[in-house]
């Protein structure tokens, strides 16, 4: 009898801890120089291009992008140097992520380039180009925090008075093209086109957290047993101590 709230308290704990998800941010993506360049049309169309300096291998890598309801990735091509990477899209999804496993047969090292370039279908004003990005961070460059990201932003056509509006970017060498360096990977450009005549979007996000909602359940059930062992343990030794 008098083990049972232990016992009941890491059951409980260990549900907790099951709930974690099966993609490790332990290793880190082995490059600290990236240069990511979009291309968007006045339409709403977008190319992205992305190079990532590699410094050793990664057999066993995954990408993410984050979901958006008004944009629609694909399809993703990928490859390190002049050799074809195949990249596996993860049919279940993660919360508002989609990931991608890459195949790699070979164990490319330091000096190779990873190559990743797919197209986005966007709708409404507000341009949400979500971008590829390893599922784990980066390395950090020496002598700074993070890697060093070179990111750039092109306006095909006119640009009519279209802007980045997220992340903050610099004009270029015209009115048209916005550039930064970055010490991480944005998850998502957004372009503000209010001057286009185009039908808005409406952003009604639907799907799970992720199982946020049960792992907050199963916290709540620990904490209330744990409340309860500890007043139990307590009333006993305040009851022997009197």
Same mark, same amino acid.
């Given at each position: 009898?008098?083990?049972?709230?232990?016992?009941?308290?890491?059951?409980?704990?260990?549900? $907790? !801890?099951?709930?974690?998800?099966?993609f490790?941010?332990?290793?880190?993506? &082995?490059?600290? @120089?990236?240069?990511?360049?979009?291309?968007?049309?006045?339409?709403?169309?977008?190319?992205?291009?992305?190079?990532y300096?590699?410094? /050793?291998?990664?057999?066993?890598?995954?990408? @993410?992008?984050?979901?958006? #309801?008004?944009?629609?990735?694909?399809?993703?091509?990928?490859?390190?140097?002049?050799? &074809?990477?195949?990249?596996r899209?993860?049919?279940?999804?993660? /919360?508002?992520?989609?990931?991608?496993?890459?195949?790699? =047969?070979?164990?490319?090292?330091?000096?190779?380039?990873?190559?990743?370039?797919?197209?986005?279908?966007?709708?409404?004003?507000?341009?949400?180009v &979500?971008?590829?990005?390893? =599922?784990?961070? $980066?390395?950090?460059?020496?002598?700074?925090? /993070?890697a060093?990201?070179d !990111?750039?932003?092109?306006?095909? /056509?006119?640009s009519?008075?279209?802007?980045?509006a997220?992340?903050? $970017?610099?004009?270029?060498?015209?009115?048209?093209?916005? @550039?930064?360096?970055?010490?991480?990977? #944005?998850?998502t450009?957004?372009?503000?086109?209010?001057?286009?005549?185009? #039908?808005?979007?409406?952003?009604?996000?639907?799907?799970?957290?992720?199982? !946020?909602?049960?792992?907050?359940?199963?916290?709540?059930?620990?904490?209330?047993?744990?409340?309860?062992a500890?007043?139990?343990?307590?009333?006993?030794?305040?009851a022997r101590?009197?």
């Open positions: 009898m008098t083990r049972r709230p232990a016992l009941a308290l890491c059951a409980a704990a260990g549900i $907790l !801890l099951s709930g974690r998800t099966g490790s941010a332990d290793v880190a993506f &082995p490059s600290h @120089q990236v240069h990511v360049e979009l291309t968007i049309a006045d339409d709403g169309k977008a190319e992205v291009r992305e190079e300096a590699l410094t /050793g291998p990664v057999a066993g890598s995954a990408f @993410q992008f984050l979901n958006d #309801p008004c944009s629609t990735v694909g399809p993703v091509a990928a490859g390190i140097d002049d050799h &074809p990477v195949a990249l899209r993860d049919a279940v999804l993660h /919360g508002p992520w989609t990931f991608f496993h890459a195949d790699t =047969a070979a164990e490319p090292g330091r000096g190779a380039v990873y190559r990743v370039r797919y197209e986005v279908s966007t709708r409404g004003t507000d341009v949400a &979500p971008i590829l990005t390893p =599922a784990t961070t $980066l390395e950090a460059a020496a002598g700074v925090r /993070g060093r990201v !990111l750039v932003a092109r306006w095909r /056509g006119p009519g008075g279209a802007r980045v997220v992340p903050r $970017l610099d004009a270029a060498s015209s009115p048209d093209v916005w @550039q930064a360096t970055l010490l991480a990977m #944005p998850s450009v957004r372009v503000d086109l209010t001057s286009a005549t185009r #039908p808005a979007c409406a952003r009604e996000f639907v799907g799970t957290t992720g199982g !946020l909602e049960w792992r907050f359940i199963v916290f709540v059930a620990t904490m209330a047993i744990w409340v309860q500890y007043l139990w343990w307590f009333g006993r030794r305040w101590g009197s």
